[in-house]
């Protein structure tokens, strides 16, 4: 099978799903690295926890949490946060009043932009890269899986993602 043909297909395979876990590690400019889990519901409605820790400051020991639920986001940080918002170790945001609108996935854009998208959708952009070639397997979690790698313009980004967007809305 053929990188496109399998990117294609994995696509396919992921119109169904939804929810799913992620751990990512990262790093944030002039921040530091990252590391954080979470876990998104994407049907019927969005919802997401996550556990975020910054690993350059405190001593990687400060973790703040996020949740999503019912278009409000609460941020958490321990006792540590506490000390510097009054006391509250968590914090409200309506999302419906402070984002003015929904975004993709009615998170009112509070989630982040690789959160919005579903899996099949950042699918769909790698598939029409034209350098798109299998660079690899290994085993995730028991899961055998193959990377691929290719290059997108920005340009093309948008009018796949619409055609994407389009379809999904006319299935569901």
Not at 61 to 76: C, H, L, P, Q, S
Not at 79 to 102: H, N, P, Q, Y
């Given at each position: ?107 009112y854009g509070a989630l982040p932009r690789q959160a919005e998208g579903d899996p099949a959708t950042q699918s769909t ?15 995730v979690d028991g899961t055998r899986t193959t990377h691929y790698k290719g290059t997108v313009p920005a340009a093309t ?5 619409t055609r994407r967007r389009t379809r999904r809305a006319a299935s569901d």
């Amino acid at each position: 099978m053929t990188p496109a043909a399998a990117v294609a297909e994995a696509a396919k395979n992921t119109d169904d799903i939804t929810s799913f876990r992620h751990r990512m590690t990262g790093r944030v400019p002039e921040q530091g690295r990252v590391r954080a889990e979470a876990a998104m519901r994407m049907k019927p409605t969005v919802a997401m926890s996550m556990k975020m820790a910054a690993l350059d400051q405190g001593g990687g020991d400060r973790v703040a949490e996020i949740r999503f639920v019912d278009k409000v986001m609460y941020m958490g940080g321990g006792a540590a946060a506490a000390e510097e918002v009054d006391g509250k170790s968590w914090i409200r945001f309506d999302m419906a009043t402070l984002g003015g609108g929904a975004a993709d996935n009615n998170s009112y854009g509070a989630l982040p932009r690789q959160a919005e998208g579903d899996p099949a959708t950042q699918s769909t952009i790698l598939n029409g890269s034209k350098d798109l070639q299998e660079v690899g397997t290994e085993t995730v979690d028991g899961t055998r899986t193959t990377h691929y790698k290719g290059t997108v313009p920005a340009a093309t980004c948008v009018p796949l993602v619409t055609r994407r967007r389009t379809r999904r809305a006319a299935s569901d």
